[in-house]
């Protein structure tokens, strides 16, 4: 059953790479494709943009002003779809100056086109109503022109929000039907997960309809790539490790490294039905870090570190470290900052590459790391590192590894070593 077209032929390209095929490797082609039609003035092609910065392999929050800019061009173009997609991302209030009129028009307006089979109006529909775009629009009556006389009501906010979540699952498994991947998506993950509006659940997750939501849909479409691996947490959420097995294999064949690196987890660790094999695993590590997977180079790191299935090797386990890290896998980030603190293997010390590496490693999350970076600052002068000596800041940032840092990768111990050191308490 073939899907309503609704934009021109190279806008509809870009829409079947984006929203209807599994391959993330294939979205900068319909980010170009796309782009054209925003420079030919295609309204809803800005909303197709909005989509690509949020989950297009890329980030809301890096990339929040080239976003904003595509929202406004958008509703300034006559984009009803980018004013919900503002109001469901939080941007409500930057786009104030650019509204053509309320975003209840918008929402009026946004219905006739998903009556009328415009599967992305679907879609923009069940973002907005997942997403609190509703109370958003609510709380800035003042310039949304919403006109609710209970607003206040805590009841009757209560009502509203359980209304909106049913009326967003609606519309995102109509959407779902014609095949839209991040539709199906998001209908998944409101029965896996339960939707909740404003910190507010009104739905509760319902695993058992997730996993049969989830088989009907690949019945249909076939489900490949990381929308497997997003089933198999859904199994083994549910405890059922046979079937979480099967749709990771099912997404390793097909080649998402997310699917292999889990599917390697699986066995080297060992659950349920899936008996330990650290030999399986590894190859499965090694495959995906053949591909760029820096998960799967950080485990090959780990099992010639660790001499997980021999004898250790410190040097091929940087090697291994070192390509994750560059891939910005934190606690290879920390390895590497620790082969160059200490001179493991062939490495040479080196102060400065240590704490390139280890802040890095602490701005990606990892706190222990935070050990050297506090060290550099109370020892500048004497380590030569490229820093300005400064106590103050060098304690602090050692508090923080002591505060935050729960691994057993040594970066707390080294921090209270170093606070003794300085006369402070952790």
């Not at 989509?51 to 990339?63: E, P, R, V």
């Not at 086109?113 to 415009?118: H, S």
């Not at 995906?288 to 099992?303: L, M, P, R």
């Amino acid at each position: 059953m073939e899907r309503t077209r609704f934009y021109s032929d190279e806008l509809e390209k870009g829409i079947e790479l984006l929203f209807f095929q599994p391959d993330t490797g294939r979205y900068e082609e319909a980010a170009a494709l796309i782009q054209t039609a925003c420079d030919r003035g295609e309204p809803d092609a800005f909303y197709m943009m909005l989509c690509y910065y949020t989950w297009g392999d890329m980030s809301l929050q890096k990339f929040r002003s080239r976003y904003l800019d595509y929202a406004k061009k958008g509703i300034q173009a006559g984009s009803e779809l980018c004013v919900l997609g503002a109001a469901e991302n939080g941007l409500a209030l930057d786009v104030r100056d650019v509204l053509l009129h309320s975003p209840q028009i918008s929402v009026r307006k946004t219905k006739e086109m998903a009556f009328a089979g415009n599967v992305i109006a679907q879609y923009a529909l069940g973002g907005f109503y997942l997403g609190n775009g509703v109370e958003r629009c609510i709380n800035n009556a003042y310039y949304f022109t919403y006109d609710y006389p209970e607003k206040d009501n805590p009841d009757f906010r209560i009502h509203l929000r359980v209304n909106n979540g049913y009326e967003g699952l609606k519309w995102v498994m109509r959407s779902a039907k014609w095949g839209c991947l991040p539709a199906f998506e998001k209908a998944y993950e409101v029965f896996l997960s339960g939707a909740a509006l404003y910190e507010k659940v009104v739905m509760d997750p319902d695993l058992k309809r997730a996993a049969a939501y989830a088989e009907e849909f690949h019945r249909t479409y076939e489900l490949r790539g990381d929308y497997c691996a997003r089933v198999g947490y859904g199994y083994e959420k549910d405890e059922n490790i046979a079937k979480m097995q099967e749709w990771l294999q099912r997404g390793a064949d097909a080649g998402s490294l997310n699917c292999i690196d889990r599917l390697a987890d699986l066995y080297y660790d060992g659950q349920g039905c899936v008996e330990a094999d650290r030999q399986k695993a590894f190859e499965l590590y090694l495959r995906s870090a053949g591909q760029g997977s820096a998960a799967g180079q950080f485990k090959v790191g780990e099992y010639y570190f660790h001499g997980i299935l021999g004898e250790t090797d410190q040097d091929k386990a940087f090697e291994w470290y070192l390509k994750a890290a560059d891939g910005e896998h934190s606690t290879a980030q920390y390895y590497v900052a620790s082969y160059y603190r200490y001179g493991w293997g062939n490495v040479e010390q080196d102060c400065k590459a240590c704490l390139r590496y280890a802040q890095r490693a602490a701005k990606n999350g990892c706190s222990a790391a935070k050990a050297f970076v506090g060290e550099g600052y109370l020892y500048a002068d004497r380590l030569q590192n490229g820093f300005v000596k400064n106590l103050q800041v060098g304690i602090r940032t050692l508090q923080e590894c002591v505060e935050q840092d729960k691994t057993d990768l040594g970066g707390r111990a080294l921090a209270l070593k170093l606070l003794e050191e300085a006369g402070q308490k952790a």
